[in-house]
């Protein structure tokens, strides 16, 4: 490991790239930059310390819901020897010790300003440089800026009437503070979505009495965290060559082979047996995309799926009133959901479940939250569940100018844009870790996707002298317009989620992933690399 402290080697910056974010993509682009290709590097994150999203998300309950064994990093055969886990997923304080074990062995944390958020970042055209303004008043000068700001970490905290008189406590599951002790509290949960689901499921059996404020009723599938014996860990070990071979050329990336049999035409019998069999199996990716190849693009196999789970919210939930409401009346095609013994929560003698749609919120009060309907629930503490201003949020939340002063805000005014996930038009040797555009999958074997080839192709800029690279405006609109024709082959423009920004009042609808598949992408990628960039100007 080089420890020296790295010299600049860019004529008249401070550093080489400055870095923004240390969760798992911002600290893998420092590894390859600084540890690899020798760069100076600075990082920046608004946390105390490394994790991204998993040092911000520290809500009851939360957990990934991709296996442990292909929740890492794949690039460091030390650190896959090392890995550690007990149960099939990984709860976030084992997250948090993972990503801190990784810092620890790359050495990565004396290249970081921690508690620092980046304000602004601006391209000079004449020095070929980003002038990188924090929170703290400082400006840094880089050839390259690489942002890994996460594609979920924008917190979305909708407004309510009354909210400021309210007496108790208001959190934010993406935000979520260290003092936090919900046993015996009247809880109120807004929001049913992959982490309102953790929430909900870890809170009520602590909690005196639990409300949650549904407005959509969501497709929720058992994600069957069993405890993980180290026979089975040992061979996923020995395994990871062919583990990770089969990941990176997967779809969805995450550990399974996705099937290739449609439900169209399977017999009613035969759909049962496989939906039940993934029921049992569990996890939320594997039933949408590991029991039949349609359930995201055929209305036919999508409503066989849809169905199935009705049936089971309609055996688990008792109270058949209850169990009505629970049940989704849209498609299954928002990002699959899962999680432990969701629908059980209802039985709960100290649960009562909220139908926001049917009787709005209508404001807090300093009690707690009055419905339309005049119905007043009485809470110590209010989550909100509501989750994210997803892809661009934090792009266009930040002061991010490229050539002329262009701002990202206004590049992305009808909806983000992006090249490759990865850059955009007038932004110059700037590189995105899941921007706009980008795989829809399991993220760290994306993010290492994405961080290779912005490292790869930094190393070629530097070896052949190129001053600056960004796309043409052919090949942006023609990445954009490839990945509204795939999202346009499935259902899921049909329902309405963050993945096309449909949850934030006022968001323009727009395509924001690369649907067809890591494995695809990775090729479309490598390509551009192969074929020397054609699509970027270079200076
Ligand atoms: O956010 P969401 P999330 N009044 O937007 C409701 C990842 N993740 O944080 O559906 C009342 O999905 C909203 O209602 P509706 C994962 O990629 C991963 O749960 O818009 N309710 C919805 O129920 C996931 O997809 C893990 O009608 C309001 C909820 O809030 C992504 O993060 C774990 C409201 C928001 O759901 C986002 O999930 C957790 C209002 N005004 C998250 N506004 C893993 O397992 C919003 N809602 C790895």
């Not at 840094?140 to 406590?169: C, E, M």
């Not at 959190?171 to 929430?199: C, F, M, Y």
Request: glycine share 10%; with cysteine.
């Amino acid at each position: 490991m080089n420890v020296q402290t790295e010299i600049t080697k860019t004529t008249g910056a401070d550093y080489d790239a400055v870095v923004i974010g240390a969760g798992f993509g911002g600290l893998y682009a420092v590894h390859k930059l600084r540890n690899e290709q020798g760069m100076n590097v600075q990082g920046f994150d608004s946390a105390s310390d490394v994790g991204g999203t998993w040092w911000y998300n520290r809500y009851p309950g939360a957990l990934s819901d991709t296996e442990s064994y292909v929740y890492r990093y794949s690039f460091d055969k030390e650190l896959l020897k090392r890995g550690h886990w007990k149960t099939r997923y990984l709860t976030q304080p084992e997250i948090l010790d993972y990503m801190n074990e990784v810092a620890d062995h790359l050495d990565l944390r004396r290249s970081y300003k921690f508690n620092t958020k980046v304000d602004g970042a601006h391209y000079n055209e004449e020095t070929g440089l980003w002038s990188v303004v924090t929170d703290s008043g400082q400006t840094v000068t880089a050839k390259y800026l690489v942002t890994g700001l996460g594609l979920l970490s924008a917190t979305n905290t909708p407004s309510f009437k009354g909210v400021d008189d309210f007496k108790g406590r208001i959190l934010h599951t993406g935000a979520w503070p260290e003092d936090v002790d919900l046993s015996n509290k009247r809880v109120g949960i807004i929001g049913t979505g992959s982490t309102g689901v953790q929430v909900i499921t870890a809170t009520a059996p602590v909690a005196k009495h639990l409300t949650v404020f549904q407005r959509s009723a969501q497709y929720v599938v058992p994600i069957g965290n069993t405890p993980q014996d180290e026979a089975t860990i040992s061979e996923q070990k020995a395994n990871y060559d062919q583990i990770w071979d089969q990941v990176k050329n997967s779809a969805v990336a995450f550990g399974f082979e996705e099937s290739t049999i449609p439900a169209e035409t399977a017999t009613q019998e035969e759909r049962e047996r496989v939906f039940e069999a993934a029921w049992q199996r569990g996890g939320g990716f594997y039933f949408m995309f590991g029991t039949f190849c349609d359930i995201a693009t055929s209305q036919v196999a999508n409503d066989a799926a849809a169905d199935f789970i009705k049936g089971k919210i309609r055996k688990i939930v008792k109270d058949p009133q209850i169990a009505e409401k629970l049940i989704p009346n849209d498609l299954y095609a928002k990002r699959p959901l899962c999680g432990n013994d969701y629908f059980d929560v209802y039985n709960r003698d100290n649960v009562t479940l909220a139908d926001v749609k049917s009787d709005p919120i209508a404001e807090f009060t300093t009690n707690g939250i009055r419905l339309e309907s005049g119905e007043e629930h009485e809470l110590d503490v209010v989550i909100f569940a509501t989750g994210f201003d997803a892809v661009d949020g934090n792009y266009v939340k930040m002061d991010l100018r490229g050539r002329g002063g262009v701002t990202m805000r206004d590049t992305w005014k009808e909806g983000p844009l992006g090249y490759l996930g990865m850059m955009e038009v007038d932004f110059p040797n700037f590189f995105m870790i899941l921007g706009p555009n980008g795989p829809f999958t399991n993220l760290p074997p994306s993010i290492e996707t994405q961080v290779e080839w912005i490292s790869e192709t930094i190393s070629t800029m530097e070896e052949s002298g190129v001053k600056s690279v960004e796309p043409t405006v052919e090949a942006r609109d023609a990445w954009v317009g490839t990945c509204r024709e795939i999202a346009d082959m499935t259902l899921f423009p049909k329902a309405e989620s963050w993945i096309f920004g449909a949850n934030i009042p006022g968001k323009k609808n727009a395509v924001m992933f690369y649907m067809a598949g890591i494995g695809n992408y990775r090729t479309a990628i490598s390509a551009v690399k192969d074929d020397g960039y054609p699509s970027l100007i270079r200076d």
